[in-house]
């Protein structure tokens, strides 16, 4: 019974450890939208941006809608032609572990090493129980 416990108490930490990493990512996501977002209304990302934005602000579209198709006008047709291009080098980027400086690659692997040593963890409590 010590022996769960222990593992029990182990998860606890993971996890905790986990939401608050999870609770710091989701403030820096939401500084970097606002950030991406002022940029776009300035016209620092194109004019096609710009205008996007504004449409976004006004309710009339919104940023699924342009990556998804949905909205066909000029400026998401723009924006998803280099956005498609971006994903393609991005997924190069992150997918390439060999290299031990990219840290969006080792960052992504320590993470699926993080994450199947919690799931690991909660399996053999499962058993125990």
Known sequence: MQRLDEISTRRKAMQSKLAREKHRV???VAERRKRIEERRRKGDNGRAWQVLQQRIDMGET???????????????????????????YMRDYVEDADDQDNEAAQGRVKLDEQMKHLHELESRLNAQA
């Open 26 to 28: 989701d403030e820096l």
């Open 62 to 88: 919104c940023e699924s809608d342009i990556f998804s198709g949905i909205d066909k006008s000029p400026e998401a047709r723009e924006v998803r032609g280099y956005t498609s291009k971006l994903a393609g």
